[in-house]
Nanobody
Framework: QVQLVESGGGLVQPGGSLRLSCAAS????????MGWYRQAPGKQRDLVAA???????NYADSVKGRFTISRDNAKNTVYLQMNSLKPEDTAVYYC??????????WGRGTQVTVSS
């Protein structure tokens, strides 16, 4: 059974930092592309950052230069380091695991709130 469990969300002031983690089980982690989406209230779910099995990364324009995605294949974990957070970064952040010809797997999400 595949499980993706996010952690690290919370309340932070504008300009602050958070690091999200997503621990995966039930998959051969190193074979999967991993990433993060986010969904704010009343809005669609949008891609934030992605990392391929080979370590190539991709970011939404709105987070470039502020967020960094990384993975640790030994720990079956993907991370999202978020710096210089803004109120518009407030959303539920979802981890996903993706591999060609396989169903994309999703975590349950972790809330990030940026507010003073």
């Amino acid at each position: 059974q595949v499980q993706l469990v996010e952690s690290g969300g919370g309340l932070v002031q504008p300009g602050g930092s958070l690091r999200l983690s997503c621990a995966a089980s039930g998959i051969i982690f190193s074979n999967y592309a991993m990433g993060w989406y986010r969904q704010a209230p009343g809005k669609q779910r949008d891609l934030v950052a992605a990392i391929t099995s080979g370590g190539n990364t991709n970011y939404a324009d709105s987070v470039k230069g502020r967020f960094t995605i990384s993975r640790d294949n030994a720990k079956n974990t993907v991370y999202l380091q978020m710096n210089s957070l803004k109120p518009e970064d407030t959303a539920v952040y979802y981890c996903y695991a993706d591999r060609r010809f396989m169903t994309t797997q999703w975590g349950r999400g972790t809330q990030v709130t940026v507010s003073s």
